[in-house]
């Protein structure tokens, strides 16, 4: 059995020491290709088929950074069978900006909410199930450190590869969302289903690399500007933006619903 397990997170989610305590001495170190960003990859111990690729550290899934467009590449061009993205509990609000956007891929996805040692300590509580039922994927609570809960999670990586599919939970406004069928139905039609999400919100934020790879035609990018146009000016603010703020929206919904800090509200002594 061949599985292909990407680890996607944030920069310090504590992707190396998870990556570590998954592969032990079995890694294989190069670069991305054209670039000098280090790849790295591993057999999942005691899994002889199953290949773990270390992506670059990134917050999310835009064109700006060389690590977000390597770890991108990779992604849309490459395919893995699943991503294991690991979340640090500690930072669960911006952590899941990332989150959202590995959801649209139409790719697997299975959490880990890493760092649970510091979370239980701090008296924090996650609720899990919650998050998982809102997100649409299995979620495992891990301490790479300790190394409890990892191979659960990988292992859970594993099955969601061979047999599930993340659905995107989150929906935007009636503007975007209506752009983004236009978008699907003239451009991305030829593509499998689950794959077009993604490419359609790229292409409605304007994301030139995406359009570009794509090689969409003039006249139907102009189809697609008149519906761009119309969300912009209904939201009052730029595409991009829009939906960068409305990810924050959702997210800020979420921790509501499935985060409750211990201290929250007290004053500091310090
Ligand atoms: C230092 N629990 C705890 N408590 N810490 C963790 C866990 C966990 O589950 N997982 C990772 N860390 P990386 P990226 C450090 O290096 O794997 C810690 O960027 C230090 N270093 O040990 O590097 C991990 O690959 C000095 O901490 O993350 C590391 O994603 C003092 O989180 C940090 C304190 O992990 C980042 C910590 C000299």
Redesign the pocket.
Known sequence: MNVRIALA?N???????LFNALTGSNQFVGNWPGVTVEKKEGKLKKHDGVIVTDLP?IYSLSPYTLEEVVARNYLIGERPDVILNIVDGTNLERNLYLTTQLTELGIPVVIAV?????VAKNGDKINVAELSRELGCKIVE?????GTGIMTAAEEAIKAAQNSKTVPMHTFSGAVEHAIAHIEEEVLHNMPEEQQRWYAIKIFERDTKAIESLGVDEASLAHIENDIVAAEKELDDDAESIITNERYVYIANLMKACYKKKNAGKLSTS
């Open positions: 997170g920069p310090n989610c504590g992707k190396t020491t550290g890493n760092m649970m040692d510091v891990i301490s790479a450190l300790k």
